[in-house]
T-cell receptor
């Protein structure tokens, strides 16, 4: 069982849709992350929220926008995505420089 | 961008045998971590080794770290079918952005 909960587990959306992925943790961690993983590839870091400060991987397109309403929640807003954005999106949390706890991921398909 | 490179890319072994995989990285690190991922699922943390440590054990896992060669190895002893998974090394540089290597896919045959 994971202590990081991601919803939904599966999402299918069209290129004109707006949707959101949600992530929640109750471990008191102050850092939360979004990773994108394509099939047979390693996870790639998209965003880091650490102590309410956002750090962005500059290669991530603006059609992805993170939101951190509080220290337990992390959302990823999706708008005007492309088919190549189809992937497994993984949320994780951690204490400062320790291990990451991952959720089970949200499988996104863009039609 | 990926910091770590792993080899081999894939490994097939018989149950009971040992599995060894290697990871090399490019820049200085705070620590190095190993994760396991079963197909299509989230990653599970296995072990963390700090930059001032050389070897660490956890159950059937043994990790070494050589900072002079910028390399690490993960040994799984007495493998089981349940060890079938992808294994990733991940390096934590000083900017605290954990970066994953390409991964090694391990298949344990019964």
């Amino acid at each position: 069982d994971t202590e990081v909960t991601q919803t939904p587990k599966h999402l299918v959306m069209g290129m004109t849709n707006k949707k959101s992925l949600k992530c929640e943790q109750h471990m008191g961690h102050r850092a939360m992350y979004w990773y994108k993983q394509k099939a047979k590839k390693p996870p790639e870091l998209m965003f880091v929220y650490s102590y309410e400060k956002l750090s962005i991987n500059e290669s991530v397109p603006s059609r992805f926008s993170p939101e951190c309403p509080n220290s337990s929640l992390l959302n990823l807003h999706l708008h005007a995505l492309q088919p190549e954005d189809s992937a497994l999106y993984l949320c994780a949390s951690s204490r400062s420089a320790g291990e990451l706890f991952f959720g089970e991921g949200s499988r996104l398909t863009v039609l | 961008s990926q910091q770590g490179e792993e080899d081999p890319q894939a490994l097939s072994i018989q149950e009971g045998e040992n599995a060894t995989m290697n990871c090399s990285y490019k820049t200085s690190i705070n620590n190095l971590q190993w994760y396991r991922q079963n197909s299509g699922r989230g990653l599970v943390h296995l072990i963390l080794i700090r930059s001032n440590e050389r070897e660490k054990h956890s159950g059937r896992l043994r990790v070494t770290l050589d900072t002079s060669k910028k390399s690490s190895s993960l040994l799984i002893t007495a493998s089981r079918a349940a060890d079938t998974a992808s294994y990733f090394c991940a390096t934590l540089p000083n900017d605290y952005k954990l970066s994953f290597g390409a991964g090694t896919t391990v298949t344990v045959r019964a």
